[in-house]
Nanobody
C-alpha cells in the first residue's frame, strides 16, 4: 500500500496561485494513478484532476480546466497540483488519492481510489 501526505495549502487572494504537493511513501509511487479531490464546507467531495501512472493521461473537472495543472515526479514520489487564477469558490480541503488499477472512464470517481491523504486546506479570499 501507499501512504499520502499533502502540503502547500494556505490562504491566498483571488487571482493568486498556489501549488499543492502530495508526498507518497510505501509501495512504488509509479505503480499508482493519482488524483486530487476537494471538499468545501457543507458540500460533497468533488473530483478536481487525475493523472495516470506514467503521466501520459490527465483529466480535469470543467470548473478547473485551464487554471489547474496536475503533474507528477516519479523520481521523487510526489504529485503536484498547480492552481492559478484562484477563485473564492476554490476554497476547500484538497485531498490526494491513489489507485493501483484504474481505467480512463473511472478516473473521476472517488470510489476508484483506495488510498487517501489527510487533506490540506486552501482558502481563497475575495
Amino acid at each position: 500500500q501507499v501512504q499520502l501526505v499533502e502540503s502547500g495549502g494556505g490562504l491566498v487572494k483571488a487571482g493568486g496561485s498556489r501549488r499543492l504537493s502530495c508526498a507518497a511513501s510505501g509501495r512504488a509511487f509509479r505503480d499508482y494513478s493519482m488524483a486530487w479531490f476537494r471538499q468545501a464546507p457543507g458540500k460533497e467531495r468533488e473530483f478536481v484532476a487525475a493523472i495516470k501512472r506514467n503521466g501520459g493521461t490527465t483529466t480535469y473537472a470543467d470548473s478547473v480546466k485551464g487554471r489547474f495543472t496536475i503533474s507528477r515526479d516519479n523520481a521523487v514520489n510526489t504529485l503536484y497540483l498547480q492552481m492559478n487564477s484562484l477563485k473564492p469558490e476554490d476554497t476547500a480541503v484538497y485531498y490526494c488519492a491513489a489507485s493501483s488499477g484504474i481505467i480512463t472512464s473511472t478516473m473521476t470517481r472517488g470510489g476508484s481510489y483506495a488510498y487517501w491523504g489527510q487533506g490540506t486546506q486552501v482558502t481563497v479570499s475575495s
